[in-house]
C-alpha cells in the first residue's frame, strides 16, 4: 500500500493490474461519536467545469445512469464511519476529464472536529492500494479529498487535500454547477408539482439534486428517485406531445429532495383474514436446510437480474462493472476428481467483458466452511473469475473474517472474498421500495416479494440470530463471578454484540430510509481485535454491554446498555437544552413532545457540575413539569436524558425470550415512542410494522 503526501500522484496501473473499477472510501471519526460528513462527486471536462448538472453526484443523486459513479453509502469502521465511492473507469464518458471527489460537513460544523479525515482507494478485487491522511482542515466545512485523472490511455489518482471554507454549495459552483440556494422557492415549486402535498417528507438545509432524465430501461440505484424530466427528454424517451403539462425542470439546490412514500395498500378482497394470498416465492413447501438454500438463491439471483437497480446495488461494492447482468443456479465447475456445483454464479457483461463471481449461500443458522469456499476461491482463481460471495445469517466484522481461506501469491490472477448478510440484502431491498423508488411497477412488486420472502419464519434468511455457545457460560460467568478477564469465550460474546448492533442498525435504517449507524469511540488507528478484546475485558469485570447508534434526524445517540447481572435493558437518548427560552417552557415543550410515550419513561434533568439534577417518571411529571427544574435557578441546564428499561431475554437465539429479539424491541420500541417525537418540527418516517 503506497501513502500519498499532499499533491502527490500516482498511477493506477501500476499498483495493480485489476483498476477497470476502483473503491475510494473516504473516512473520519469523532470524539463524541456524532461527527458525519457528506460525500459527493464531480465529473470534470478538459476547462475543468462540469458537463452539465448531471455531473453532480451526492446525497440524492447518488448514482450515474452509465454506472460510472455510485455512491455507497457508510460503513461502520474501527475509528468512525466510512463513505465509500465505486469508480467504474471502464464507463467514464471520454469526454470526462477529471473526477474530483469531495466531502462536506452542514449546519457550520467544520473538519476540524473531526478526527483522522483520510481517503483510501482500492482496486476491484478489494485490495487497499492508496492511503491519504489531511490535516490541517480546522476551519473547513468541505474538502476535496482527491481527483482521478486521465493520461492518455491511463488513468491516475492525485491527493489534493484542498479545503473550502464556503461549503459544498461554493465548492460545486466553483466547477460549474448552478446551485439553487433559495430552500423557500424549491419547495414552492415542489408543491407546485405536487398540489396535494401528500406522502412527502420534510426538506432539510442538506444539499439535493433533483436526479438526471434517464430512459425507462435505463440503470437505476441507490437512491433511485423518480426522474426528473426536461423539456427536451422525456423521461420514457418518446417524443413528448406539446399537449401535455411539462414538469418543471430542477437545478441542484440546498433542499433536501422529498421523496414519495408508498401509498397504503388497499384492502383485501379476501372473504376471510385466514385467506393467504398467492406468492411469486412460496415458503410453505420449504422443509430442509437445502431445499430452504436452493430456493433462497434462486429467488435472489433472479430478482437481481430481473431488477436492475437492486442488482447493481449488491454487486457495485464488489467491483462489478454496470451491465447486463444475468444469474445462473445448478453449475457444475471441475475441481480435481469431484466437480464442484457453487450455489450460484453471478456474470455482468459491459463492452465485451465479463466479470465474474461464485455464490455460496447459506441459511439457518448454518456456518460458512472453509474447505469449501477455498475449494471456490482456487477455481475462480484457474477460470479467471473476479469474485467469491459469500451469503449467510451471519455478519462480517472488521478484521475477523467469517472463514479463513489462503490466497496463492504466485497466481498473478487476484480473487476477491466478499460477504453478505442476509440482513443486508433485506435493508437494500427496504430502501429501494420503501423511500427511493425503482424505476416501474414491476420491479417495485418484485422487490416486495422478495422482501416478504426473506421476512417469512420458513425461508431461513433471517439475519444474525444466535449469540453463539459462549454465550451461557459468559451469562453464568458474570451471574457468579467466576469470569475473568482475558476469557476467550468473552471475546466471542462481544464478537457477537457488534454483529447484533450492526443488524439492528441495518433493521432500523431500512424501515426508516435513514441512516443509522454504530458509534464507535475509539482512537485513531485501534486495531478492531485489541478494542474487542478491551471490550471483552470490560465486560467481565463491567457484566454488560453498551453501544451507541446515531440516528440520522434525531436530535442525540441512542445509547444501549445490557446488564447482565440485573437482567435489564436501558436504551436511552441525551439531548442538548434549547438555546433560546426559559427553563419551564423548555420542560413543558419536552413533556407535550412525549404525550405518546410510555409512562415509565424516565426523565432526568443534565446540569453543570458533577451533581444530577431532577428526575422523575413521565407519569409523575405530566401534571407537574416544573418538577424537572433546578431548585437552585443559578444552575444551568445542559440538557435531558431520556430512558427506557425493560426486562433483557436470556436465550442465545432469536426466539421470543431471547436475548436478540429483546435487544431489536428495545431499540425499536424506543426510536417510535421517544425519539421519533423529540423533534416535532420535522415530521418523521416511523418504521413499518413488525412482520
Not at 499498483?15 to 460525500?39: H, K, Y
Not at 472488521?398 to 501469491?409: A, F, R, T, Y
Request: glycine letters at 10%; one cysteine or more; aromatic letters at 6%.
Amino acid at each position: 500500500m503506497q501513502e500519498m503526501v499532499k499533491g502527490a500522484n500516482a498511477t493506477l496501473s501500476a499498483l495493480s493490474e485489476n483498476v477497470g473499477s476502483v473503491i475510494v472510501g473516504l473516512g473520519w471519526g469523532s470524539p463524541t461519536g456524532e461527527g458525519d460528513a457528506d460525500v459527493s462527486v464531480l465529473l470534470l471536462d478538459l476547462n475543468g467545469k462540469v458537463r452539465s448538472d448531471a455531473d453532480f453526484y451526492f446525497y440524492n443523486n447518488p448514482v450515474a445512469a452509465d454506472g460510472s459513479v455510485q455512491l455507497l453509502g457508510k460503513t461502520p469502521t474501527a475509528n468512525g464511519s466510512e463513505d465509500r465511492i465505486s469508480f467504474d473507469l471502464t464507463a467514464v464518458p471520454a469526454d470526462v476529464d477529471r473526477i474530483v471527489v469531495t466531502a462536506s460537513r452542514y449546519n457550520g460544523a467544520h473538519f476540524g472536529e473531526l478526527d483522522d479525515v483520510r481517503l483510501s482507494l482500492s482496486d476491484g478485487a478489494g485490495e487497499e492500494l492508496l492511503r491519504f491522511a489531511i490535516d490541517d482542515v480546522d476551519a473547513i466545512s468541505a474538502i476535496i479529498f482527491g481527483e482521478l485523472y486521465r493520461r492518455g490511455e491511463e488513468w491516475k489518482f492525485r491527493a489534493v487535500g484542498q479545503g473550502y471554507e464556503a461549503g459544498l454549495a461554493g465548492l460545486a459552483t466553483d466547477f460549474g454547477v448552478d446551485i439553487e440556494d433559495d430552500a423557500e422557492a424549491a419547495e414552492a415549486a415542489e408543491a407546485q408539482d405536487d398540489p396535494s402535498g401528500t406522502g412527502h417528507e420534510e426538506a432539510t438545509a442538506r444539499l439535493a439534486v433533483a436526479e438526471p432524465p434517464r430512459s425507462a430501461g435505463g440503470l437505476g440505484g441507490p437512491g433511485g428517485l423518480e426522474a426528473v424530466p426536461s423539456p427536451r427528454r422525456p423521461q420514457d424517451g418518446r417524443p413528448q406531445d406539446e399537449s401535455e403539462p411539462r414538469k418543471r425542470s430542477t437545478r441542484p439546490r440546498t433542499a433536501k429532495k422529498k421523496i414519495t412514500l408508498p401509498k397504503a395498500a388497499k384492502p383485501s378482497l379476501a372473504e376471510h383474514d385466514a385467506w393467504k394470498q398467492a406468492r411469486l416465492f412460496p415458503v410453505s413447501a420449504l422443509k430442509s436446510d437445502h431445499e430452504r438454500e436452493m430456493r433462497a438463491t434462486s429467488v435472489l439471483l433472479s430478482v437481481m437480474a430481473q431488477v436492475p437497480e437492486f442488482g447493481r446495488r449488491l454487486t457495485a461494492a464488489f467491483g462489478a462493472p454496470a451491465g447486463r447482468m444475468e444469474t445462473f443456479t445448478e453449475v457444475s465447475l471441475p475441481h480435481g476428481d469431484t466437480p464442484r456445483r457453487p450455489d450460484g454464479v453471478i456474470r455482468v457483461e459491459r463492452a465485451g467483458k465479463l466479470w465474474t463471481a461464485l455464490v455460496e449461500t447459506k441459511t439457518n443458522g448454518n456456518a460458512l466452511k472453509s474447505e469449501q469456499v477455498q475449494a471456490y476461491m482456487d477455481i475462480a482463481a484457474r477460470r479467471g473469475y473476479e469474485a467469491v460471495i459469500t451469503l449467510s445469517n451471519d455478519v462480517a466484522l472488521e478484521g475477523s473474517p467469517l472463514v479463513d481461506v489462503k490466497i496463492d501469491g504466485r497466481r498473478k490472477h487476484k480473487v476477491a472474498l466478499w460477504h453478505l448478510s442476509w440482513a443486508e440484502v433485506a435493508h437494500q431491498a427496504q430502501m429501494l421500495i420503501r423511500h427511493e423508488g425503482v424505476g416501474n411497477a414491476a420491479h417495485a412488486w418484485l422487490l416486495q416479494e422478495l422482501l416478504h420472502y426473506l421476512q417469512h419464519d420458513n425461508s431461513g434468511c433471517h439475519g444474525f440470530q444466535n449469540m453463539g455457545r459462549a454465550w451461557v457460560p459468559v451469562r453464568n460467568g458474570i451471574d457468579d463471578e467466576t469470569l475473568c478477564e482475558g476469557d476467550a469465550r468473552a471475546l466471542e460474546v462481544v464478537e457477537s454484540w457488534e454483529r447484533l448492533i450492526r443488524q439492528v442498525c441495518l433493521g432500523l435504517g431500512g424501515e426508516l430510509g435513514q441512516k443509522v449507524l454504530p458509534v464507535q469511540r475509539t482512537k485513531r488507528g485501534t486495531d478492531p481485535g485489541t478494542r474487542r478484546a478491551l471490550l471483552a475485558d470490560q465486560l467481565c469485570v463491567e457484566g454488560r454491554f453498551q453501544a451507541e447508534l446515531r440516528i440520522e434526524g434525531t436530535p442525540g445517540v441512542l445509547g444501549i446498555v445490557a446488564d447482565l447481572r440485573t437482567g435489564r435493558l436501558r436504551t436511552s437518548m441525551e439531548i442538548p437544552a434549547p438555546e433560546q427560552g426559559y427553563p419551564l417552557s423548555w420542560a413543558k415543550r419536552l413533556i407535550r413532545n412525549l404525550a405518546d410515550a410510555p409512562a415509565t419513561l424516565h426523565i432526568e434533568t443534565l446540569v453543570d457540575g458533577t451533581k444530577g439534577g431532577p428526575r422523575g417518571t413521565l407519569e409523575r411529571l405530566r401534571p407537574e413539569p416544573a418538577d424537572l427544574l433546578p431548585k437552585d435557578n443559578a444552575t444551568r441546564i445542559t440538557g435531558f436524558r431520556l430512558s427506557l428499561l425493560k426486562s433483557m431475554g436470556n436465550g442465545r437465539g432469536n426466539a421470543e425470550t431471547g436475548f436478540i429479539r429483546s435487544v431489536d424491541e428495545a431499540v425499536h420500541r424506543f426510536y417510535t415512542t421517544v425519539a421519533a417525537h423529540l423533534d416535532p418540527s420535522r415530521p418523521r418516517r416511523s418504521p413499518q410494522p413488525k412482520p
